[in-house]
Each structure stands twice: as C-alpha cells, then as structure tokens.
C-alpha cells in the first residue's frame, strides 16, 4: 500500500509560482511513476505532468509545457510539481498519483489517463485570480 499526500496548493496571483509536493508512504515509492493530475469544478479530472520512476521519462499536457516542471526525490518518497507563470485556468484542484501496477515501467500512453494509476492523494486546492 502507498499513501499520498500533497501539500503546497493555495491562492496566487496570475503569473506566479506555486510548488507542490507529494509526500508517499511505502518502501516501493521508488518504482512507480508517478503523476499529477487536475480537475476542475464540471470538468473531468486531466493528467498535468507525469514523471518515470527513474526521473529520465517525463510528460507535459501542452497547456503547461515549458510552465510546469515536475520532478522527484526517490530517497525522500517526494514527487514535486513546480508551477511558474500561472494563469487563472489552472486553478483547479491537484491531486498526486502512483502506478503501483507497473513497477519499473517506461512511460506509455496509458501513463496519461487516471485509470491507469491505483493510489491517490487528497488533493490540494490551487486558486489562481487574476
């Protein structure tokens, strides 16, 4: 079992920063890639960034590429989303993401969807205003 929880989310200004972090539970944290998904209020939930469990392997949605950088820390069970030059339609909420069903896995397609990820996280609240 791998428990999530991410922190990190709040109220920013359009055009500023916010950095994520997703703290796991669970000796196996290292083998999962993991992603971090959002969803808005009426809208289904949608992948933003994934990340391979080595770190080499990573997916951007095209609507923060080149914004967002997600990254991780395997000796702290940490996976990070760093969000820069936010807009107003990025507010959502955040949640984190692990694919414990397929350890040690380069990144697919399948990587992008959210039924392709077994443990989630609470979410965090990401308010951007303008």
């Known amino acids: 079992q791998v428990q999530l929880v991410e922190s990190g989310g709040g109220l920013v200004q359009a055009g500023g920063s916010l950095r994520l972090s997703c703290a796991a539970s669970?000796?196996?944290?290292?083998?999962?890639?993991m992603g971090w998904f959002r969803q808005a209020p009426g809208k289904e939930r949608e992948v933003v960034a994934v990340?391979?469990?080595?770190?080499?392997?990573?997916y951007y949605a095209d609507s923060v590429k080149g914004r967002f950088t997600i990254s991780r820390d395997n000796a702290k069970n940490t996976v990070y989303l760093q969000m820069n030059s936010l807009k107003r339609e990025d507010t959502a909420v955040y949640y984190c993401?692990?694919?414990?069903?397929?350890?040690?896995?380069?990144?697919?397609?399948?990587?992008?969807?959210?039924?392709?990820?077994?443990?989630w996280g609470q979410g965090t609240q990401v308010t951007v205003s303008s």
């Open positions: 669970g000796r196996t944290f290292s083998s999962y890639a």
């Open positions: 993401a692990a694919d414990g069903g397929r350890p040690y896995h380069s990144l697919s397609s399948s990587d992008i969807t959210p039924d392709d990820y077994n443990y």
């Open positions: 990340i391979s469990w080595s770190g080499v392997g990573r």
